[in-house]
């Protein structure tokens, strides 16, 4: 079937296929990009291109990933060489051969992968000046969550630590096609510029998903986990943190504390 039109098009729920069919929205989640003329722009999941036509009438260097190759000749027909079509999982391409100069990121991203895509986004952080994603509304709230409540995870560490998000608005099921089960939540990031330095940030990383590991249990027992040849009496002797504390009610900056006194480990 040629892939034209969004009610006779088949979706396929395993890319994530819900296309916004609100021309408001694509103006809105456009338009929070504030693009400059000419700007680099990477586009994740064009779908029928809806979005693309948008971004198109303020930027001609847009690349656009696109998994789904029933959608190739659509989107090939309908934009030329206006876009760079990227034919492959945006997840299985190397991103650091494609960036070459500060780019932002614009995209109704498909659900399945928002977790590895937001991973990969930060690992490569310093090449965005700006990304403005729709994404399921709880990820959005994990992202901004404050500390100490249940939504306040390694996800939200790893985000604020290289961006400032900040959640913009909510899109009811209606809005697209077909409509998915959840509600979804416009988010912008835009880079930190106090962002701390910290040694051996894998370790780092690290550290945070182990004391998160298990919510409910003390921090102490999540580092036995992580250095299961290191007594507590040896932790509790290396930090000022209370060890008795709980993952998800340590800041920033608590942690980089406690990175830093359990480097010799
Ligand atoms: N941008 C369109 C819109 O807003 O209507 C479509 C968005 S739809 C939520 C997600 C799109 O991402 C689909 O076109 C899907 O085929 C594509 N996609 C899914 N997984 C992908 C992946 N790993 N790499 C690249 N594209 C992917």
Same mark, same amino acid.
């Given at each position: 079937m040629t892939a034209n039109n969004p009610k006779t098009f088949h979706h396929k729920k395993k890319f994530g296929?819900?296309? $916004? #069919?609100d021309k408001n929205i694509i103006k809105k989640i456009v338009a929070q990009a504030n693009l400059n003329e000419n700007e680099a722009v990477w586009e994740i999941?064009?779908?029928?291109?809806i979005l693309t036509e948008e971004i198109l009438k303020f930027t001609n260097d847009l690349t656009v990933f696109e998994i789904?190759?029933? $959608?190739y000749p659509h989107l090939e027909t309908k934009f030329a060489d206006k876009i760079k079509l990227v034919k492959a999982d945006v997840l299985r391409t190397d991103w650091s051969e494609l960036l070459s100069q500060k780019t932002k990121i614009i995209a109704n991203i498909p659900y399945q992968i928002t977790s590895p895509l937001l991973f990969r986004i930060s690992e490569h952080a310093?090449?965005?000046?700006k990304i403005v994603l729709m994404m399921q509304k709880e990820v959005a709230d994990r992202i901004t969550a404050s500390r100490g409540?249940?939504?306040?995870g390694a996800l939200t560490l790893k985000m604020n630590y290289h961006f400032v998000p900040q959640k913009l608005f909510t899109v009811k099921?209606? *809005?697209?096609?077909?409509?998915?089960k959840v509600e979804s939540t416009v988010i912008e990031f835009i880079p930190r510029k106090d962002k701390p330095s910290i040694e051996n940030i894998e370790a780092y990383w690290k550290l945070i998903e182990f004391c998160f590991r298990?919510?409910?249990?003390m921090l102490r027992r999540n580092l036995r986990t992580l250095f299961?040849?290191? #007594?507590s009496e040896v932790f509790e002797t290396l930090t #000022?943190?209370? $060890? #008795?504390?709980?993952?998800?009610? *340590?800041s920033e900056e608590e942690f980089i504390i406690l990175h830093n006194s359990l480097s010799s480990i």
């Open positions: 296929q819900n296309f $916004l #069919s999941g064009p779908g029928l291109g789904d190759r029933e $959608l310093d090449f965005f000046s409540t249940k939504d306040y099921p209606h *809005l697209f096609y077909p409509p998915p298990n919510r409910r249990k299961p040849d290191t #007594s #000022s943190i209370d $060890l #008795s504390r709980r993952g998800e009610t *340590l």
